[in-house]
């Protein structure tokens, strides 16, 4: 067996890990962060879901942390590397990461998340963790009751930074911090980097390698793109239609609002159609029950909100439906980040009203360049995008590698979500 991941200095019960679940390549994220995370400096890293960047840091932290566990043990619920993320799915995924490159080494790894029992996560915590991966709403909660030793963290890890600030979780996050030793490495990871990010990260980071791959998801091109206009009141119908006579088999849907998933998952499943929603107010059970039906094919249509989908991973996802525009366009990129993975050939199509030409002018904004506005026979709408007033502008093509544009968005107490 070899592998390109014996190069970057790993171990090799770590890419015999990765080796036998078939990764023998790094990707370019893990290419650049492995050996910067080895060499024991603090990282900011640029990259999204989708580019490899969970491996990107757990397999140098389980490297790090295998290489000194004989001497490292410093009590019960003691923790070594702290993986802080914004959604509960995005824990588990990055849980299952780390117990899947760790899988040939003797470290304990642990997920703390809300919307689940405290008990039992406390009794966990009696024995030491090499991997803490949480959500900062939970792991506070353990924190004020002593449950958890942070007190000798020799690594931390801020994953999906941009959105936790933009759940508002900066408070707890520095909440956090405080409680970590002065001295440990710290890596960044972002897929955009507005003000906050930058604010954040200089007050984290000490002199940090910075590492980015271009947005692969924003250029990527084993994703089809396609808006189609309609009315507003007809996208249900639209999207019934598609779903049937394309044979759309596993599709995921975005939403706007929980309610707006509720509705949209009723009237499928009315109509015949087994479908699901997903979203911040349904039970962490109920959402992992329907994520796993989903991967499995019993459910055939998944209605989820930005929130619940951030770091769905589902291998070779063949479509995703953007049912509304988001109102941030980042959030677009991020939803279609989740088909076209890995090399599959993936469709993200989205029904746009003429009232979402604000959103629509946004998101090609960000990517820098404009989309045909396609209409289906039988769902023409009454009112057609040339003839609003302010068209969307037509951009030139981004350079190859440019750089996306800051977003400026508020971070502050509005939307603010505790993973409880
Ligand atoms: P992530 O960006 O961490 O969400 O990873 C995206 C997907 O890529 C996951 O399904 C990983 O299992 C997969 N992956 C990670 N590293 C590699 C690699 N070196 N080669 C192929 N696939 C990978």
Known sequence: MSSDFASLGLSEPIWRAAAERGYTTPTPIQEQAIPVVMSGVDLLAGAQTGTGKTAAFAMPILHKLAATSETAFHGPSSVRALVLVPTRELAAQVEESVQLYGKNLSLRS??????????PQMQKLRRSVDVLVATPGRLLDHIQQRSVDLSHVEILVLDEADR?????????????????PKKRQNLLFSATFSPEIRTLADGLLN??????????NATADTVSQRFLAVDQDRKRELLTHLIGE?????VLVFTRTKHGADRLAKHLSQGGMQAMAIHGDKSQGARTRALAEFKEGKVRVLVATDIAARGI?????????????PHVPEDY???IGRTGRAGNNGQAVSLVSVDE?????????????SFTKETIVGFEPKQSFSSQPHAPHTRRPAAPGA?????SRSTGGGNRFRDR
């Open 164 to 180: 936790m600030l933009d759940m508002g979780f900066i408070r707890d996050i520095r909440r956090i911090l405080a409680v970590l």
């Open 246 to 250: 394309q044979q759309w088999h596993q």
């Open 333 to 335: 990129v991020h939803r």
């Open 313 to 325: 991973d589902i291998n070779e996802l063949p479509h995703v439906v953007n049912y509304e525009l």
């Open 207 to 216: 002199n940090p390698v910075s590492v980015e791959v271009a947005s692969r």
């Open 357 to 369: 030409r604000k959103q629509l002018s946004d998101v090609e904004k960000l990517l820098k360049r």
């Open 110 to 119: 642990l997920i703390l998340i809300g919307g689940v029992k405290i008990n």
């Open 403 to 407: 750089q996306r544009r800051a977003p």
